[in-house]
């Protein structure tokens, strides 16, 4: 079995429609075949208050806990106004986590948006769901890389996903998700079509500044999102 990991309801309710019809809509999932598509909110997770790296009777921020800068940052469930865990985000969560820990489930499939937050955000469930521990011997991760949400292109990217390592450069920042995504179309990873781009003309005119007259104009294929 495959558990795929969205990263919002609305993308996970397209990635299950495009793999096929004869859906089974369970609590926090839905089962097509052999996958088990779930998703997060955005952010299940956030960083923890700065009371958990410096425990004080008193709440507030104070001179003795600030400047605050943890070796490790830890993160937390989203809490609400009241400092407790939002129900919703801590069912979901669970959902997850059991997803993931099934015997039966060979591969976990990062399906974050096609950024770094997105990637960021999937792998941080997933490294949770573990608590914190490498993942159990038999149990592969990869990612499901989505310009766009069209049944094509996912059962396109479906076909040809890689390694979540793969992208390790885009989640420590070492590469701007532009570079990144630059990379992807030069290598033919993506393309123009992918990122919904129309081919298109561009050209370069060079004129003499005194007089206005033309001096060059250079054509060049380009594509163009408008």
């Known amino acids: 079995m495959k558990v795929i990991i969205a990263e919002k309801p609305s993308l996970a309710r397209n990635i299950a429609s495009a793999i096929g019809d004869n859906q089974s809509k369970r609590m926090g999932y839905i089962q097509v075949g052999d996958y088990l598509v779930t998703w997060a909110f955005g952010h299940l997770f956030s960083l923890a208050d700065i009371e958990y790296y410096s425990p004080s009777e008193n709440p507030r921020w104070n001179m003795e806990n600030l400047p605050c800068m ?4 830890h993160y937390e469930l989203k809490k609400g106004s009241d400092k407790k865990v939002d129900e919703g985000v801590l069912r979901q969560f669970e ?3 059991s997803l993931c820990r099934r015997d039966d489930v060979d591969q976990i499939i990062n399906a974050g948006d ?4 997105g990637e960021v955000i999937v792998r941080l469930c997933i490294r949770k769901a573990f608590d914190d521990r490498d993942l159990p011997e ?3 991760v990869m990612r499901l890389w989505l310009p766009d949400q ?3 292109t996912v059962r396109a990217a479906l076909a040809d996903m ?3 390592s793969d992208y390790d450069a885009l989640r420590n920042s070492t590469i701007s998700a532009y570079e990144f995504m630059k990379r992807k179309i030069k290598k033919l990873d993506i393309t123009p079509a992918q990122l919904a781009l129309d081919p298109c003309s561009g050209s370069i005119v060079i004129t003499d500044t005194k007089t206005g007259e033309v001096r060059a104009l250079v054509s060049y294929p380009s594509y163009d999102n408008n």
């Open 162 to 164: 890689k390694e979540d």
């Open 95 to 97: 959902t997850i986590r």
């Open 150 to 152: 069209t049944p094509e």
């Open 114 to 117: 096609a950024d770094r937050e």
């Open 138 to 140: 038999g149990k592969r």
């Open 70 to 73: 943890p070796k490790e940052y």
